[in-house]
């Protein structure tokens, strides 16, 4: 598990830390694309875990795969980063018997932790599904697996409005940060 906040980092105050976590997230949707990964890169470049996470956070940008069937990716890469943090060990985990102790306690901690991002969503964006967040942005849902409405959504500032995905995106860095930070599972130190 990793340590904490990077070192670059460290010293910092828990205002500048989300700062700096909402401008890498807006940084990193604008010129990358993806939101879930984009999440998951802004928190790697400020905090101590593997890069293969955000590697993996990537099919979950636009709601499952660009489809708008699912969850906004700012949120599951930001839930992600969250789980690697608090979630359940695999050595707790067994395929063969129940094991009440530490296995279920260790789920439902993990799951308490998840709960407060989608959480933060909800209250700002009214819901943590792509589609709908992208009605309350856009007034319109944009199919992301077409290339007429990727220019659509772009010509609407899709990836450089920052009141818009890149905004979002900051949001789920920011919150997921504080998130770690509120609940002591990430020091300032």
């Known amino acids: 598990m990793g340590d904490g906040i990077k070192e670059k980092y460290q010293g910092l105050s828990k205002d500048d830390l989300l700062k700096k976590a909402y401008e890498l997230g807006m940084a990193y949707e604008s010129h990358s694309f993806s939101c879930s990964q984009s999440t998951a890169a802004a928190l790697y470049r400020m905090l101590d875990f593997p890069v293969v996470l955000v590697k993996a956070a990537c099919s979950n940008a636009g709601g499952a795969a660009g489809q708008l069937l699912g969850t906004c990716g700012g949120v599951v890469g930001g839930m992600m980063v969250l789980d690697y943090f608090c979630g359940r060990p695999f050595e707790y985990m067994s395929d063969t018997d129940i094991i009440p102790d530490p296995n279920i306690e260790s789920l439902g901690r993990a799951v308490e932790m998840a709960k407060k991002l989608p959480k933060r969503f909800i209250g700002a964006y009214g ?47 920011k919150w997921t940060l504080e998130i770690l930070l509120d609940n002591d599972v990430i020091s300032l130190k």
Do not use: W
């Open 127 to 173: 819901g943590i599904n792509c589609a709908n967040i992208q009605m309350q942005l856009y007034g319109r849902v944009f199919y992301l697996d077409d290339d007429d409405e990727m220019s659509k959504l772009e010509a609407a500032g899709g990836h450089t409005d920052p009141t818009k995905c890149p905004g979002v995106v900051g949001n789920a860095a």
